[in-house]
């Protein structure tokens, strides 16, 4: 593959051409004068920025190159260019007529970093281009070296759609509506509740029935409470006793007769008028001292055991008693005799 040549190369070309007259004669280059006395070339190490400068270093280029011999023939005769526009235009005429044998047998040079890269093979850049690729060269040792991208985050997994709970009351509402209102939940309703009642019945029926009775032994005060030829009822309604100080047998006692008929059990009432007990029930009468006289009465009064208590008190004990006609009224505990 023929590369094009150089810019050097053309440069050497065309001033030999123009100092030694056109054809293929190879004159030495070193013979000729110099002809780079217009603009003094950079340093050597510094970048050209403006357009003297390059075309400075492009004129002591083909200074160097003319000093060395070169086997390549001129492409043509003429004059030598003077201007940039000369050189230019002699740069865009060799390109368009192809590679000379002294620019195929030229390595080809390699491309500067700021060269623009869209170019196809073949086409020599243009003065702007060579510019702009030698100023983007400075601006690139200029700025700072570009920043690490950001890591970019992952996209978050969507999270899934919630699912509606605003219905769900309603919904079981409804459902227990229709629950209680059909006719099989009606009749489970009463058989629970029917099971219920019987339930709570069996187990108080299984409870015995306590009866409160009140206390057996009692105090009914002093004896001098109860004067004699009296009967006290204010026992009666209590405790089912009255408390009678009478004569019996020549003796002043105090003792206390049930109020309960020996006839059918009825409750006799006392006729103060009278001096007696008489039953409402059957006409059963009995003396003060509670021995029967009248009606279907088969026998006394009985007696409960009664005593004078530590305290003084008359103390009555109605889980004992005294029947006349067993002869238990001679017992002391069925009486308190009053001296
Ligand atoms: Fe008292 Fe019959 S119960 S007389």
Redesign the pocket.
């Known amino acids: 593959m023929a590369d094009k040549p150089s810019t050097d190369d053309i440069l050497a070309k065309l001033r030999k051409e123009a100092q030694g007259g056109g054809g293929g004669d190879e004159t030495p280059a070193s013979a000729q004068p110099a002809a780079e006395t217009r603009a003094p070339a950079p340093p050597a190490g510094e970048t050209p920025t403006s357009t003297n400068d390059i075309m400075a270093a492009l004129r002591a280029q083909g200074g160097k190159a003319a000093s060395e011999p070169s086997p390549a023939p001129a492409a043509r005769t003429g004059e030598t260019p003077k201007s940039t526009n000369d050189i230019m235009a002699a740069l865009r005429a060799q390109s368009g007529k192809g590679a000379s044998p002294a620019a195929e047998s030229k390595p080809a040079a390699p491309k500067k970093a700021g060269a623009p890269a869209s170019l196809p093979d073949g086409e020599k850049p243009s003065v702007e281009e060579m510019l702009k690729g030698l100023r983007g060269e400075a601006k690139a040792a200029d700025t700072a070296p570009a920043k690490p991208a950001k890591p970019t985050m992952p996209p978050l997994p969507t999270k899934p759609p919630v699912a509606s709970k605003k219905k769900e009351p309603e919904t079981r509402r409804n459902f227990l509506i229709a629950l209680v209102a059909t006719p099989f939940a009606l009749a489970w309703t009463a058989f629970t509740a029917s099971a219920g009642a019987f339930t709570l019945g069996l187990a108080r029926f299984m409870m015995p029935n306590v009866l409160v009775e009140p206390p057996s032994t009692f105090k009914v005060g002093p004896p001098s409470d109860y004067p004699p030829g009296t009967v006290s009822t204010k026992w009666k309604a209590q405790f089912a006793v009255w408390l009678v100080h009478a004569e019996y047998e020549g003796k002043s006692l105090i003792y206390a007769l049930s109020t309960v008929?020996?006839?059918?059990?009825?409750?006799?009432n006392w006729l103060e008028g009278e001096q007696k007990f008489k039953?409402?029930?059957?006409?059963?009468g009995f003396y003060i001292n509670g021995i029967n006289f009248e009606?279907?009465?088969p026998r006394p009064l009985e007696r409960h055991a009664i005593r004078v208590a530590p305290d003084g008190m008359l103390e009555v004990d109605k889980s004992r008693k005294f029947q006349q006609e067993l002869g238990q009224w001679e017992d002391g505990n069925s009486k308190v005799e009053v001296v």
Do not use: I, N
């Open positions: 008929c020996t006839h059918l059990g009825c409750t006799p039953c409402p029930c059957h006409g059963s009606g279907p009465a």
